[in-house]
């Protein structure tokens, strides 16, 4: 039981960072109906600008956050100006094929020696872990710092999504771009601003990743990227209650598969639980059902 | 024969019989998604069933070295090669049997998922049947494929897409790529099209991936993961969605660019290989949205109607 409730904890762990990692994927898709397969490195690029805040210049860690969260934003910009706006009114596919082009140009252009390097890095860790044991379980300070930002951060997007006038702006687009330009919504601001929300989140999510998961590398966002995809699909793609209930399923999954299976068989279990979900409701748990006309 | 072999070498008839094996697999999947508008993330996975299927039935059945007579170990060849598109087209209906429910970018997921359980499931292969090698990779296979093997196969392939596409059963599909809730309304079974159409392009990457594991005559389970339904993806994108002609230039294009920069980039500059690459690939997609070809084809894969 202890092991089990152990166990529970690790997957909650893991679940809370791919939530954080789902949410851009999940808003993104709400609004401009775009699998960003380039996310997932823009996370990663995240966990490498804050190695270097902690390793070269030592940042405290509000710091690193800010380092992570601007840089990843800026980049999530940048991204759908160049490779992605041009393609708004093209085929859907176009779009898709450029997000894999920008992922495959982020992972093997920070693998240059001149930028990241092709090697394995170990995260140094910005505060030393603290463990307290419970009853036979072991809680540590990371969990309880991984929980309260990634709580913070949902707060905040809550609050920015329906709370703000950007944020209105969000669901007026998400609902129609079209309608919502003539209504005045500055619909291109509005989805830069969604992607470098996204993004923030994601740099978030990257820092969180290095400091519980201490070795990074420039390919280390595809497996975390496609899992919280898959997370955002499983919850209700373009519900952000649904990517966080998503994550936290994908975690569970795979750390209990590892724990009482086979650590190989991880991946398999949790995209069996995801087409087995799909099956039963096509559009994920949360996610509301799309008609489609003629 | 020698000729050939003597002017360009070994090396670039090797690519050249990868490419051809590409465009037999990417001909499926535009049969999926050009023509059916199925979004399949998981082709990958198919030419894997494939190749394991062929590879495993030409061990079984002609020896390590395919020392068994010419005419015998070509015939158990075909053979191979036909049972490995069956046991894909096998698998696609089977798959397609519950995920064709789904539509558009769901269906793309859920192909994905499949993609990544199929690498799950070649990982651990050495469990239930050791011959296949799980992730230490499959090795002993006879070297059968050849120049004229995979001529052939290319030829078959756009043979059968160009009769299927210009068939009553094309008409459909391309019904139903078009909008399925019309079609429907035409009276069509729109899912029993969408099986047929996603089972005879697995079947093309089945029999693709039975050349592959002839060719390189080593198998691992990587050379089957999802980034390769991507490539397959770009391949058939990049050329034009519903167009057998930019299917064929964008197969050979990429394999040889792939290669070519491997040959012809100084090797201190090696790593940038993939640097250039996405950025070609982006801003093709850029310059061209709907492909290089469009819809556009040559005129001996026209329909004479």
Redesign the interface.
């Known amino acids: 039981m202890e092991y089990f409730l152990q166990q529970a904890l690790n997957g909650l762990q893991l679940g809370l960072v791919y939530a954080l990692i789902a949410l851009g994927y999940t808003m993104v898709y709400g609004i401009v109906?775009l699998?960003n397969f380039a996310h997932g490195d823009v996370f990663m690029v995240g966990s490498f600008l804050a190695y270097y805040a902690i390793e070269r210049y030592a940042l405290p860690l509000p710091a690193v956050f800010g380092a992570a969260v601007v840089g990843c934003a800026v980049l999530a910009v940048v991204i759908e100006r160049v490779?992605y706006r041009?393609?708004r009114n093209?085929?859907r596919?176009?779009?898709l094929?450029?997000a894999?082009?920008?992922?495959?140009?982020l992972?093997?252009?920070t693998?240059?020696?001149q930028l990241f390097g092709?090697n394995f890095r170990a995260f140094p860790r910005p505060f030393r872990v603290v463990s307290v044991q419970a009853g036979g379980i072991e809680f540590t300070n990371l969990l309880g710092i991984i929980l309260a930002v990634t709580v913070v951060c949902l707060l905040a997007l809550q609050h920015i999504v329906y709370r703000t006038r950007v944020g209105r702006g969000m669901r007026a687009v998400s609902y129609d771009h079209v309608t919502a330009g003539l209504m005045g919504v500055n619909v291109d601001a509005v989805i830069s601003f969604t992607f470098g929300l996204g993004a923030a989140f994601a740099g978030v999510g990257g820092v969180l990743y290095g400091i519980a998961y201490p070795q990074i590398h420039t390919f280390m966002g595809i497996m975390p990227g496609?899992k919280a995809?898959?997370a955002a699909?499983l919850g209700g793609?373009g519900s952000v209650p649904g990517a966080v209930l998503g994550a936290l399923i994908m975690g569970q999954s795979e750390t209990m598969t590892a724990a009482y299976l086979s650590s190989?068989?991880r991946?398999?279990i949790a995209?069996?639980i995801?087409?087995g979900v799909?099956?039963w409701k096509?559009?994920g748990i949360l996610g509301s059902p799309r008609t489609?006309?003629? | 024969m020698e000729l050939l072999t003597e002017i360009v070498g070994p090396y670039w008839i090797q690519i050249f019989q990868h490419a051809c094996i590409v465009a037999v697999s990417a001909l499926g999947l535009n049969v999926i998604f050009g023509y059916t508008g199925l979004f399949s993330l998981g082709h990958a996975a198919f030419y894997g069933v494939g190749a394991y299927t062929a590879a495993l039935l030409m061990k079984e059945f002609a020896g390590e070295n395919g020392d068994a007579g010419f005419l015998v170990s070509q015939s158990v060849f075909l053979g191979s090669l036909l049972a490995g598109g069956g046991a894909a087209a096998l698998m696609a209906w089977l798959v397609g049997l519950?995920?064709l429910?789904?539509?558009s970018?769901?269906l793309?997921?859920?192909t994905?998922?499949?993609g990544?359980?199929m690498?799950?499931?070649f990982?651990?292969a050495d469990a239930f049947l050791p011959q296949l090698g799980g992730?230490r990779g499959m090795t002993g296979i006879p070297r059968m494929t050849s120049l004229p093997w995979v001529v052939l196969a290319l030829t078959a392939a756009v043979l059968v897409v160009r009769n299927v596409v210009h068939s009553t059963y094309g008409r459909v599909l391309v019904a139903i790529r078009e909008?399925?809730?019309?079609a429907g309304?035409m009276g069509i079974d729109t899912y029993r099209y969408k099986a047929i159409g996603f089972t005879l392009g697995c079947s093309f990457a089945g029999v693709a991936g039975g050349l592959y594991a002839h060719l390189y005559c080593f198998l691992h389970p990587s050379s089957f993961d999802?980034f390769k339904s991507?490539d397959l993806?770009?391949i058939v994108?990049?050329g034009g969605?519903g167009s057998m002609t930019g299917t064929l230039v964008a197969s050979f294009g990429w394999i040889f660019l792939l290669e070519g920069l491997r040959v012809f980039l100084p090797p201190e500059y090696l790593?940038?290989r993939?640097?250039l690459?996405?950025?070609l690939?982006?801003v093709t997609?850029?310059l061209r949205?709907?492909g290089l070809f469009g819809v556009r084809e040559l005129p001996f894969l026209r329909s004479r109607v």
């Open positions: 109906r699998i490779a041009p393609l093209a085929p596919i176009a779009s094929i450029t894999i082009g920008v992922s495959l140009f992972e093997y252009f693998a240059l020696n092709p496609l995809f898959t699909v793609i190989t068989y991946d398999g995209f069996l995801l087409i799909l099956l096509p559009t489609e006309k003629v | 519950p995920v429910r789904l539509t970018d769901y793309g997921v859920a994905l998922g499949f990544v359980i690498k799950v499931l990982d651990n992730a909008d399925e809730v019309a309304a999802f991507f993806l770009m994108v990049l969605l790593e940038f993939w640097v690459i996405p950025v690939l982006v997609m850029l949205p709907q």
